[in-house]
């Protein structure tokens, strides 16, 4: 049996995070994606298929005094503004899905900071 990729291994970790939880409107998934060079996260209505917010570092408001979009830093950054946003729209609430990652470096940065921007989970 030939052995797994990078790539597949993270797609068993992402799937088998996804089969255990899931979003509705009243405590929306929040979803971390990234990239070699940005960070993105959404807030995700499952039950009817809709993003509600999202920030990422290819926004103007997000990448604004960041010299680079991929590392600690702009994950803090991207964490305030989705936490910002939700809070706007009403959300206290949410379920933290990582997509497979390990919980630490860029994705607990953007967890921590969507914490003490107002969001529990």
């Not at 597949?8 to 939880?21: A, D, G």
């Given at each position: 049996?030939?052995?797994k990729t990078k790539r597949e291994s993270l797609r068993t970790r992402k799937l088998r995070?996804?089969?255990k939880i899931s979003g509705s409107s009243q405590r929306p998934r929040l979803a971390v994606y990234k990239s070699n060079s940005n960070i993105y996260a959404q807030l995700i209505d499952d039950i009817n298929a809709k993003t509600l917010?999202?920030?990422n570092t290819l926004q103007k408001e997000v990448s604004e005094?960041?010299?680079n979009c991929s590392n600690i830093e702009a994950a803090k950054k991207v964490g305030e503004v989705i936490s910002k946003k939700a809070v706007e729209a009403g959300i206290s609430e949410v379920?933290?899905?990582r997509s497979g990652y390990k919980y630490h470096g860029?994705?607990?940065a953007l967890?921590?900071?969507a914490r003490e921007g107002g969001l529990k989970f």
């Amino acid at each position: 049996m030939a052995k797994k990729t990078k790539r597949e291994s993270l797609r068993t970790r992402k799937l088998r995070v996804r089969n255990k939880i899931s979003g509705s409107s009243q405590r929306p998934r929040l979803a971390v994606y990234k990239s070699n060079s940005n960070i993105y996260a959404q807030l995700i209505d499952d039950i009817n298929a809709k993003t509600l917010v999202s920030a990422n570092t290819l926004q103007k408001e997000v990448s604004e005094g960041l010299e680079n979009c991929s590392n600690i830093e702009a994950a803090k950054k991207v964490g305030e503004v989705i936490s910002k946003k939700a809070v706007e729209a009403g959300i206290s609430e949410v379920v933290f899905d990582r997509s497979g990652y390990k919980y630490h470096g860029k994705v607990k940065a953007l967890a921590e900071a969507a914490r003490e921007g107002g969001l529990k989970f």
